[in-house]
């Protein structure tokens, strides 16, 4: 069974950072890309990052370009989104998401993991 | 960016009925669109790809349509479940973005 256990959300103040982590199991996750998508409270789906299988290729939505980084460990299976010089309107639940066949840019998303909340206030 | 329109942004309905959700795109996407249903306090749930395949497990009742800008999702016979939130995304191209979703309440 594929699962997706977001970590590491919480409450940070304007301009401070954190680092959500989404442990991975039950497919091959060195195979897979792999993407972040967040939701800010009562609002719809925004996409964030995404990262290549070994972690050589990234791409990120421009509101986070600069600030955001995504990486990899596929060792561990798990994901990572270190997160910058945070914004009061990047207070959203962050979750982790699978594309469908793994690999192909155009796939939709198939799993996503239960999400984690950050809270940018001070 | 590809900007994705959802329409109507609510709707009441009652089960039983059909229910018909649009979506827009600010220019050709093929047919590389999905819709997901998302419950409150829950992730998304995948329901359509490619504008019209069934994702594995999703029942028969849901069906989607279109190609190029115009998209419609169908719930044929809606039932106690289906009462959710309703969003569509675009996977043609870099950013990909979502429709602002559709409220499906309870008439």
């Known amino acids: 069974e594929v699962q997706l256990v977001e970590s590491g959300g919480g409450l940070v103040q304007p301009g401070g950072s954190l680092r959500l982590s989404c442990a991975a199991s039950g497919f091959t996750f060195s195979s897979s890309w792999m993407h972040w998508v967040r939701q800010a409270p009562g609002m719809g789906l925004v996409w964030v990052s995404r990262i290549n299988i070994d972690g050589t290729t990234t791409t990120y939505a421009d509101s986070v370009e600069g600030r955001f980084t995504i990486s990899r460990d596929n060792a561990k299976s798990t994901l990572y989104l270190q997160m910058n010089s945070l914004r009061d309107e990047d207070t959203a639940v962050y979750y982790c998401?699978?594309?469908?066949?793994?690999?192909?840019?155009?796939?939709?998303?198939?799993?996503w993991g239960q999400g984690t909340l950050v809270t940018v206030s001070s | 960016d590809i900007q994705m329109t959802q329409s109507p942004s609510t709707l009441s309905a009652s089960v039983g009925d059909t229910v018909t959700i649009t979506c827009r795109a600010s220019?050709?996407?093929?047919?590389?669109l999905a819709w997901y249903q998302q419950k409150p306090g829950k992730a998304p749930k995948l329901l359509i790809y490619k504008a019209s395949s069934l994702e594995s497990g999703v029942p028969s009742r849901f069906s989607g349509s279109g190609s190029g800008t115009e998209f419609t999702l169908t719930i044929t016979s809606l039932q106690p479940d289906d009462f959710a939130t309703y969003y569509c995304q675009q996977s043609n191209r870099y950013p990909l973005t979502f429709g602002g979703g559709t409220k499906v309440g309870i008439k």
């Open positions: 998401v699978i594309p469908q066949s793994g690999t192909a840019a155009a796939d939709p998303f198939n799993y």
């Open positions: 220019q050709s996407i093929s047919y590389w």
